[in-house]
Every structure is written in C-alpha cells, then in structure tokens.
C-alpha cells in the first residue's frame, strides 16, 4: 500500500509547524458545524485519506485492524456491511486485488473497480441471497462498519446500533466459511453482555479494540472475532457449556 508507514495504517506524515487550523465563523454555519469542520481541517487521517485516494478516514481503521489482526491475510471473497462511501472496500481491493468482494448499503455507493455494490438494506428478505450469488462461496471475512442514525437519546441510540450489529452478526453465521472471521463497530467497547455471548458462540477469538484512526473522543469500538465455528462445532461448544 502506498503512503501507509511501517508498522501500521496510520497516516503517512503529520501536521506542518503551522499549528492547528481555525475556521472563522460564518452566518449560516452553525457552532457545532464549525467544530465539525475545524476537526476535519485538523484530521491527520483526513488529510492522508485525501492523499491516498480513499474515500473516508474509515480506510485507515481497516489498515489498523488489519496490521493488529491478520483479516485480509489469504482473503479471497469480502462482504462489507454497510459500504458507503467505499473506503473499506478500497482498501480490500488494494491488498486483494483478486478477491471477490461485495458491498450493499442503504445508501449509494459510486462504483469501485473490481466490487460488486448494491444499493439495499441488509434486512430486505433478498439481501441475503443477492450477497450470496455474487460471492460465488462462503466468505472468509464479513465487514460491518454500520450505525444507526443517532436521535439523540442515548438508550434509544444504543438499542438501535445493536440491533445493527446483530442483524450483521446473524448474517455473517450464514455466509462465513469456518474459520472465517468477523469485524464490526461496537459503542462503548462492546460490552454488551449479550452480543460477547453470541459473539462467543460463533467464534474462536472475540477481541475488542479501538485503533489509533478511531477518534478518541468517541464511543466507538470494533469488535473482532475469528475463527468462525461450524453450525455443529458451535452446537457442541454451547453443549459443553450450559452442562458446565
């Protein structure tokens, strides 16, 4: 991969001695507007996403994940749950190019060389089958990077979001090979009792992580799990541990 150091996904160099960037305010820009855009202007991994063609900073937590963990390592067919704008994708491609690779969004997702997008909500009754047939076999990785639109209450918030990564999850069961593995945007270190349980059932490894690209003044995590167990390996494991 080009303009990514040694050791890791960070982004390629830094800041210039000018210091931070401030933004002025304007009329029709609102105060939270103006922290959002000075926080852009002053994004290490924005100006290097920029750099390197990618379509969002979310490029570089792939890279992170990746370096720490292995998950594109032999990789030849890729889901990726909750695509847009494609900068996981990209990466996927960049570091396999000959992997098949499949993305659906709710949102649309201008076309990237070599991935099969569509333009859908994972719950559609069809989603599944699409995903699959053009797969072409069970996939050994399964991306999810999606959230639920906040409304501003925090439990509501959280309920919704983790109703995501469950549908993701119990997707991820159907199209994984065993073996394969799992990635996905958690809130507050995943500790959902729940989700590490199910988690757990599925998978060898469950590990929560926050990497460097992630913002530390947010509540995301990512959870990764591999090592996907069969449908009866898991049986067995959940056998052996209810007797327990």
């Known amino acids: 991969m080009t303009n990514t150091p040694a050791g890791g996904g960070g982004p390629p160099g830094g800041r210039s001695r000018g210091g931070k960037v401030r933004v002025k305010t304007a009329k029709r820009r609102t105060t939270s507007s103006n922290r959002w855009l000075e926080r852009q202007l002053n994004d290490p991994y924005v100006a290097a996403a920029r750099a390197a063609g990618y379509r969002s900073r979310a490029a570089f937590k792939l890279k992170e994940l990746d370096a720490q963990f292995g ?7 890729v889901v990726d749950l909750g695509a ?3 900068g996981w994708c990209q990466v996927v491609k960049q570091e396999r190019p000959k992997a098949a690779v499949v993305g659906i969004d709710l949102l649309p997702v201008d076309p990237i060389p070599g991935v099969i997008l569509f333009e859908k909500d994972i719950l559609d009754d069809d989603a599944e ?3 699959t047939q053009a797969l072409g076999g069970p996939a050994d990785l399964v991306m999810s990077d999606m ?3 906040t409304v501003g209450h925090q439990a509501t918030d959280h309920l919704r979001t983790m109703g995501l990564i469950e549908a993701g999850l119990d997707m991820a069961t159907r199209l994984l090979r065993p073996g394969g593995n799992f990635v996905a945007k958690v809130l507050a270190g995943g500790g959902d009792g729940t989700l590490t349980a199910m988690l757990r059932k599925h998978f060898q490894s469950v590990k929560h992580v926050k990497p460097p690209a992630s913002r530390k003044g947010s509540s995301e995590w990512y959870v990764v799990a591999q090592g996907f167990k069969a449908p009866a390996v898991a049986e067995v494991a959940e056998a052996a541990a209810d007797a327990g």
């Open 71 to 77: 998950l594109l390592a032999g990789v030849t067919r």
């Open 84 to 86: 847009a704008p494609g």
């Open 129 to 131: 089958a699409l995903i």
């Open 147 to 149: 959230a639920a639109n």
